[in-house]
């Protein structure tokens, strides 16, 4: 990065957005807004001359949207992407598209009085920014998955399950579940996943995720049983555990503290998974800022679980699973291409 300085590129169809965040990202002293843009097509010429450390990006614009620059960027010339959306139902579904496409992560722009709603957000924008220009940018292709129906042998009605896959991820983690989780058979032990995500956009991953996989995937809610061929997502701003009862596990939604300055926590998750499952369990800790999850991570080894971190070289950020493996949480340190096949055979 030259002079030691983020060089930002903002691309925005509104004149006060592009304004504010120039003025928000501008007042740290480690960013410089080399240049905005209306759109896309205005914008091509500018990534050539400038090559910007970091491009933040709306969905919704005029000429060409933000996912299908996103997706030609991304496969041409991969420059990390920070999504700036407003936080409604549409921009759920369109956010999550982008992030499955290769964008980093994401800034909800507020619904009412956008101008001071802005100003409001600028330490998470300028904290997802630095991360930005640290993180790896790279493409994610994830093909539909038909659903096969789960025999009755093994249906989600009648079977069990006496072994849970936990797995925790924050930024990069949409792109590293959808791999995972969409190469997973229909006949997959329960999963519990945690995924740093605000309310609306967990339920819209969770439907997305389902038309894409073979699993059954749902936001999770109190009383949902862990069962074979079913994922369970932690619902925005709520804790999730699982517990246990005889040989049935099933899951608890509820608020309390953050844990790791986030909420829900991979960490609260991975607790209640060693002390419920213990050695009958399996562990993934993925790509994402910070050390949450690593130190739950290591409590299920401890208790005799099958754990794994995401490799350094397949992450988007390398926080998390660096933590967990500093902390000898890890009996596995696999490529993100490694894991599904992995947690499978350890699963069965």
């Known amino acids: 990065m030259a002079d030691n300085k983020i060089k930002v590129l ?19 002293g480690d960013i410089d807004v080399v240049g905005t843009a209306q759109d896309p097509i205005f914008a091509l010429n500018k990534i050539r001359s400038l090559r910007p450390d970091v491009i933040t990006l709306d969905v919704e614009m005029p000429r060409m949207d933000g996912l299908t620059f996103l997706e030609e960027l991304m496969r041409t010339d991969p420059i990390p992407v920070l999504m700036v959306s407003s936080l409604t ?69 009648t079977s ?47 439907n997305r995720l389902n038309t894409m996989s073979r699993l059954d995937v749902k936001e999770a809610q109190t009383g949902d049983r862990v069962l074979r061929g079913t994922v369970l997502i932690a619902p925005g701003d709520k804790h999730m555990t699982v517990k246990r009862n005889g040989a049935m ?10 844990v790791n300055f986030v909420r829900p926590s991979v960490d609260v998750l991975f607790r209640s998974v060693a002390k419920y499952a213990g050695k009958n369990a399996v562990g993934v800790v993925l ?14 080894k401890n208790a005799g679980a099958y754990t794994i971190a995401q490799d350094e070289a397949s992450s988007i950020v ?12 890890a009996e596995k340190v696999l490529p993100l291409d490694d894991i599904a096949e992995t947690v499978v055979k350890s699963a069965s």
């Not at 596990?249 to 953050?258: K, L, Q």
Request: net charge neutral; hydrophobic share 45%.
């Open 287 to 300: 790509t994402g800022m910070g050390e949450d999850g690593a130190r739950g991570l290591l409590e299920m």
């Open 318 to 329: 390398f926080g998390m699973p660096k933590r967990a493996i500093e902390l000898g949480a």
């Open 10 to 28: 903002i691309i925005d169809d509104s004149a006060v957005i592009r304004h504010l965040l120039t003025e928000i990202l501008c007042s740290a």
């Open 89 to 157: 139902r549409r921009g759920c579904e369109t956010t999550l598209n982008a992030l499955e496409l290769g964008a980093v992560d994401y800034v909800s722009k507020p619904g009412i009085d956008m101008s001071s709603g802005i100003v409001g957000l600028a330490d998470e924008i300028i904290r997802k920014v630095r991360i930005a220009a640290k993180a790896k940018a790279r493409q994610v292709k994830v093909e539909a998955k038909v659903k096969v129906p789960i025999s009755s042998s093994t249906s989600a009605l």
């Open 160 to 206: 069990t399950t006496d072994r849970i896959i936990a797995i925790g991820a924050s930024t990069g983690g949409t792109q590293a579940i959808t791999e995972i989780v969409t190469a997973l058979p229909e006949s997959t032990q329960g999963i519990v996943i945690v995924q740093h995500m605000p309310p609306m956009f967990t339920r819209s991953f969770a």
């Open 249 to 258: 596990y099933y899951v608890d939604i509820a608020d309390g503290p953050m």
